[in-house]
Nanobody, 126 residues
Framework: VQLQASGGGLVQAGGSLRLSCAAS????????MGWFCQAPGKERELVVA????????YYADSVKGRFTISRDNAKNTVYLQMNSLKPEDTAVYYC????????????????????WGQGTQVTVSS
C-alpha cells in the first residue's frame, strides 16, 4: 500500500494544522494506522494511532487534548487534527500502516508498522 501524507507547514504557537494521509489500497479499512513524528537527532515515535474502524485510538501523553486522529475508510484517508500547537511539536510527521498487525487493536511500536508515507514537515514557531 502506498501512503501519501500532506498538510504540513509553518504555523505559530497556538495555531492548528490538519494532516492527511491518503492510501492507495482498497484494503485500507483493514489496517491499523498511526502518525509518528521525528525531530532532528531524535528517534521516530508514535504520536497517535487508530484501529481499523476508529473504535480504538491511542494518544501520546504529550498530545492528549490537543491532537485528534480520525479516518474515513470510504476515502482511504486518515487525518491528524493538530490544535494548540507548541514549538516542541516541530518534527517530520509520518503516517504508517500496520498491514500485518491485527486491525482490531492498537499497536504502538515502530516495528508494528510496515508501510510508511514520505513524511510532512511541521514547524511551529514561538
Amino acid at each position: 500500500v502506498q501512503l501519501q501524507a500532506s498538510g504540513g507547514g509553518l504555523v505559530q504557537a497556538g495555531g492548528s494544522l490538519r494532516l492527511s494521509c491518503a492510501a492507495s489500497a482498497r484494503t485500507f479499512s483493514n489496517y491499523v494506522m498511526g502518525w509518528f513524528c521525528q525531530a532532528p537527532g531524535k528517534e521516530r515515535e508514535l504520536v497517535v494511532a487508530i484501529n481499523y474502524r476508529g473504535g480504538s485510538t491511542y494518544y501520546a501523553d504529550s498530545v492528549k487534548g490537543r491532537f485528534t486522529i480520525s479516518r474515513d475508510n470510504a476515502k482511504n484517508t486518515v487525518y491528524l487534527q493538530m490544535n494548540s500547537l507548541k514549538p516542541e511539536d516541530t518534527a517530520v510527521y509520518y503516517c504508517a500502516a500496520g498491514t500485518k498487525a491485527s486491525p482490531f487493536r492498537i499497536v504502538t511500536t515502530v516495528t508494528d508498522y510496515d508501510q510508511w508515507g514520505q513524511g510532512t514537515q511541521v514547524t511551529v514557531s514561538s
